[in-house]
C-alpha cells in the first residue's frame, strides 16, 4: 500500500511552515474559514509559494455554500483563478452543485478551461449531491480532476463512514483518489486504511484552539506518524 497522502488546510505562511515542519504532504489554501473556505488572494498565495515546497492546492470559491452565484459570480472566479495560475499556481480545489445537486457542468467546465489541465480536487459539494455516483459520472471527462474531498456526509465522517468504506471498495484503480476530511477523527483512520483508502484531509484538528489559533506542528506531526503506521489487518473469517 502506498504512502498516505496528508493535506493540511492553510490560512497563510505561517500555517504552511508548521504544516511542512510537521510533516504534512499537501496544502489546501483557503481564505474565510467563517465561510467554510474561500479563495485566497493572490498576495497570500505567493507568500505561501515563497516560504515552503510543498504542493499547493488553491481554492477557487467566492462564497459560503456550493452555488457558483451566477454568471458574474464565475467571471470573477475565472479571474481569480486566472490571476493565480499568472502567480504560479498549479493546483486547485472546486466544486459546485445547481439548485438541483446535480453538478454545475458549465461552471466546472468554465474554471477547468481556465485551470488548463492543472490536477484539481472537487471538494465536498459531493456531500451535498443529489447522487454521489451520477455526479462522478458526469465529472469522469474534465480534464484534470484527480482527487474528491468528502466525509461521506454533509454531517461529518462519523455519518458518513459507511459511504466512504463502500465506495473505497468499488473504487476503480484509475478513479480520482478520495480524499477524506470533514470531521475526520484519528479513530477513523484505521477502518479508512484497512479500506485501502490513502488520502486524509483535516484543518481544526491540527489546531490547538480552533480556527483562531495557527496549525500545531506537533498535532500535524502526530498524525503523519498515525498514518505512516502499518493499518491493520482485516480480519478473516
Same mark, same amino acid.
Given at each position: 500500500?502506498?504512502?498516505?497522502?496528508?493535506?493540511?488546510?492553510?490560512?497563510?505562511?505561517?500555517?504552511?511552515?508548521?504544516?511542512?515542519?510537521?510533516g504534512?504532504?499537501?496544502?489546501?489554501l483557503?481564505?474565510?474559514?467563517?465561510?467554510?473556505g474561500?479563495?485566497?488572494?493572490?498576495?497570500?498565495?505567493?507568500? $505561501?509559494?515563497?516560504?515552503?515546497?510543498?504542493?499547493?492546492?488553491?481554492?477557487?470559491?467566492?462564497?459560503?455554500?456550493?452555488? $457558483?452565484?451566477?454568471?458574474?459570480? +464565475?467571471d470573477?472566479?475565472?479571474?481569480?483563478?486566472?490571476a493565480?495560475?499568472?502567480?504560479?499556481?498549479?493546483?486547485?480545489?472546486?466544486g459546485? +452543485?445547481?439548485?438541483?445537486?446535480?453538478?454545475?457542468?458549465?461552471?466546472?467546465?468554465?474554471?477547468?478551461?481556465v485551470?488548463?489541465?492543472?490536477?484539481?480536487?472537487?471538494?465536498?459539494a459531493?456531500?451535498?449531491?443529489?447522487?454521489?455516483?451520477?455526479?462522478r459520472?458526469?465529472?469522469?471527462?474534465?480534464?484534470?480532476?484527480?482527487?474528491?474531498?468528502?466525509?461521506?456526509?454533509p454531517?461529518?465522517?462519523?455519518?458518513? +463512514?459507511?459511504?466512504?468504506?463502500a465506495?473505497?471498495?468499488?473504487?476503480?484503480?484509475?478513479?480520482?483518489?478520495?480524499?477524506?476530511?470533514?470531521?475526520?477523527?484519528?479513530?477513523?483512520?484505521?477502518? +479508512?486504511?484497512?479500506?485501502?483508502?490513502?488520502?486524509?484531509?483535516v484543518?481544526?484538528? $491540527?489546531?490547538?484552539?480552533?480556527?483562531?489559533?495557527p496549525v500545531?506542528?506537533?498535532? $500535524?506531526?502526530?498524525?503523519?506518524?498515525?498514518?505512516?503506521?502499518?493499518p491493520?489487518?482485516?480480519?478473516?473469517?
Amino acid at each position: 500500500m502506498s504512502r498516505p497522502i496528508f493535506e493540511v488546510i492553510a490560512l497563510g505562511a505561517d500555517d504552511a511552515l508548521a504544516a511542512q515542519a510537521g510533516g504534512a504532504d499537501r496544502l489546501e489554501l483557503v481564505a474565510d474559514m467563517a465561510s467554510d473556505g474561500l479563495t485566497p488572494s493572490r498576495e497570500t498565495f505567493a507568500a $505561501v509559494r515563497a516560504a515552503v515546497d510543498l504542493p499547493v492546492r488553491v481554492m477557487l470559491r467566492s462564497r459560503d455554500g456550493f452555488q $457558483v452565484g451566477g454568471p458574474a459570480a +464565475l467571471d470573477a472566479l475565472c479571474a481569480d483563478a486566472a490571476a493565480l495560475r499568472a502567480e504560479g499556481a498549479r493546483e486547485f480545489v472546486l466544486g459546485f +452543485l445547481d439548485a438541483d445537486g446535480e453538478p454545475d457542468i458549465a461552471a466546472l467546465t468554465a474554471l477547468a478551461g481556465v485551470i488548463d489541465g492543472c490536477r484539481w480536487t472537487f471538494h465536498r459539494a459531493l456531500d451535498r449531491a443529489a447522487d454521489r455516483d451520477r455526479l462522478r459520472a458526469r465529472l469522469a471527462a474534465l480534464p484534470g480532476l484527480d482527487a474528491y474531498l468528502t466525509a461521506g456526509s454533509p454531517n461529518g465522517v462519523d455519518d458518513g +463512514l459507511p459511504v466512504l468504506l463502500a465506495e473505497a471498495a468499488r473504487a476503480a484503480v484509475d478513479a480520482p483518489r478520495i480524499l477524506v476530511g470533514g470531521g475526520l477523527r484519528a479513530g477513523h483512520l484505521p477502518a +479508512l486504511r484497512a479500506a485501502g483508502i490513502d488520502g486524509f484531509h483535516v484543518g481544526g484538528a $491540527v489546531r490547538a484552539g480552533g480556527w483562531a489559533a495557527p496549525v500545531d506542528p506537533a498535532a $500535524v506531526r502526530t498524525w503523519r506518524e498515525a498514518l505512516d503506521a502499518p493499518p491493520a489487518p482485516v480480519p478473516v473469517g
